[in-house]
């Protein structure tokens, strides 16, 4: 295929995989099971070759995704799921067994903090840090130490952890290193670029884009050697070691746990996919563009974005992010304003609790998600009563500053 760019290889894979009838989109495969006319071809799928079984497994129109994400990635393989918090669930629980150490940021989605939890409840030890300071994450190591997890952009905080220099520790620990690429973006930055063994990304979010399909995906990068991993059961460890810990993500993640992607979600994801550059360039345009204006309002206490000088990894999002911030941003309101009169008076943000739409959503984070924390640990991340979570989209700006104008006036 031609070296093109971003936008065209996503547009055009797959039509350059030869769909059927000549059609440029993958169809919706929606047959739960796949018939063999010879019976030592379906003896031979099951052993490993290439091919469909059952759909809890995946479908052609689920591997023409994952061939897009894997593209995106520029990485070895790609295996997709029914959620971004199932891909998770499935990378911890498949790789790690009880006694294994996980190292993680303590800046982390709250539900990926709340399957934390589960897992210490399984036996795997978990240490939080500040992974936007290497020297946390390299003070954290025990000889128990598997894997450390990261989020290339922290939701709602926007930090930004240290993801070269914590590439190259755990290549030279040979530990698995696994980036939660969603608010980011594989357009902006590529997990392989920073080390990254695992690039997972929520397909809920900008990839799909649209709000109208739930889904999530694991890249392999292709730079660990899995033939180095104690957990990789014997089962797995045939052919190159390269594919061997995607393997044991789709086979126990899939067929053990279930957590499938549809083929109409998949479908629906794929379509979205193919405009992700272009609506993320508005959306991080727009978010830089609010910042800068809000970051001077009377009325708005802080502004938590990258894009702007004051931000503390704001070099750093400048050099991994190619000068886009993502379209994430933390505002905190002066304590005199009432958050929930404030929300009420926005005409054309929409109050949602989802991220990477078309659309601007807006959510009071101590209300909402971490309201289950307490005051306390809510103090500690930062979290104020005035502090809302901002996913902007695609609108005119102009709309979006009129809108935050009217509402703080």
Request: charged share 20%; net charge neutral; glycine share 10%.
């Amino acid at each position: 295929m031609a070296n093109n760019g971003f936008t065209t290889t996503i547009l055009h894979s797959d039509r350059r995989a030869s769909v059927e009838h000549g059609a440029i989109h993958k169809p919706m495969h929606p047959s739960a099971e796949y018939a063999f006319a010879d019976a030592r071809e379906l003896a031979a799928v099951f052993q490993g070759k290439a091919g469909f079984t059952y759909a809890r497994q995946g479908t052609p129109t689920t591997a023409a995704l994952e061939q897009k994400i894997t593209q995106m990635e520029e990485g070895a393989g790609t295996v997709s799921f029914a959620t971004g918090m199932a891909a998770l669930a499935a990378t911890f629980f498949t790789l790690l067994k009880a006694g294994d150490h996980l190292i993680s940021g303590q800046h982390i989605f709250g539900n990926t903090n709340s399957l934390f939890g589960t897992l210490a409840g399984l036996g795997v030890q978990i240490s939080f840090v500040d992974t936007a300071d290497v020297a946390a994450v390299q003070a954290a190591w025990r000889p128990q130490t598997r894997m450390v997890f990261a989020e290339a952009l922290a939701n709602p905080g926007t930090q930004i952890p240290d993801m070269e220099a914590i590439g190259n520790w755990c290549r030279e620990k040979n530990l698995v290193y696994v980036l939660d690429n969603t608010l980011v973006t594989p357009l902006l930055l590529r997990g392989k670029s920073v080390g990254a063994s695992l690039v997972v990304n929520s397909l809920s979010k900008h990839i799909g884009g649209h709000g109208n399909a739930l889904g999530g995906a694991v890249t392999d990068t292709g730079l660990y050697d899995w033939s180095s991993y104690e957990n990789i059961a014997e089962p797995y460890r045939k052919g190159s070691p390269t594919s061997w810990g995607l393997t044991q993500i789709k086979k126990k993640g899939l067929r053990d746990m279930g957590g499938t992607l549809s083929s109409e979600a998949a479908h629906r994801i794929a379509t979205g996919a193919e405009t992700l550059s272009l609506r993320m360039e508005k959306a991080c345009s727009n978010a830089l563009a609010l910042a800068q204006a809000l970051s001077q309002h009377p009325k708005v206490a802080k502004i938590h974005y990258p894009g702007l000088a004051n931000h503390p990894q704001h070099q750093r999002a400048t050099q991994l992010f190619g000068g886009r911030y993502g379209a994430l941003m933390g505002i905190e309101l002066v304590d005199e304003i009432d958050v929930f009169d404030f929300l009420n008076r926005l005409k054309v943000l929409v109050l949602a609790t989802h991220l990477g739409d078309n659309r601007t959503l807006v959510l009071p984070m101590a209300h909402t998600i971490y309201y289950e924390m307490g005051p306390q640990r809510r103090a500690e991340m930062g979290i104020s009563d005035n502090f809302l979570r901002v996913s902007i989209g695609i609108e005119d700006i102009a709309d979006l500053l009129a809108d935050f104008e009217q509402a703080l006036r």
